[in-house]
Nanobody, 125 residues
Framework: QVQLVESGGGSVQAGGSLRLSCLAS????????MGWFRQAPGKERERVAG???????NYAVSVKGRFTISKDNAKNTLYLEMNSLKPEDTAMYYC???????????????????WGQGTQVTVSS
């Protein structure tokens, strides 16, 4: 079991930056793969980025080069550094975890089993 709590969302203008954090707790927190997803109003949830325990990362094409996922294993905290934000990045951002990395790294697989409550990111033009 793992519990996830996100923080760091907010409102910024286009071109700005935000840093999201996700604290993982629970008996299995350190052994799960983790990643970020987002869902905009009226749209399906989409994968944003994932990270393996060894540090290998994977990004959606829409955010590659602008977003950076990282993890502090000592703190069991996942981060998403978002730069050059665009209005189309506006969404609720969710931290997710699962023991199956495919659910975090690849489209077309069932969603991860564990989710945070989400944090809103709003980018104005």
């Amino acid at each position: 079991q793992v519990q996830l709590v996100e923080s760091g969302g907010g409102s910024v203008q286009a071109g700005g930056s935000l840093r999201l954090s996700c604290l993982a707790s629970g008996s299995a927190a350190s052994s799960y793969y983790m990643g970020w997803f987002r869902q905009a109003p009226g749209k399906e949830r989409e994968r944003v980025a994932g990270i393996l325990k060894a540090g290998t990362t994977n990004y959606a094409v829409s955010v590659k080069g602008r977003f950076t996922i990282s993890k502090d294993n000592a703190k069991n905290t996942l981060y998403l550094e978002m730069n050059s934000l665009k209005p189309e990045d506006t969404a609720m951002y969710y931290c997710a975890a699962d023991s199956d990395l495919r659910r975090l790294f690849y489209d077309g697989y069932p969603p991860p089993n564990y989710w945070g409550q989400g944090t809103q990111v709003t980018v104005s033009s």
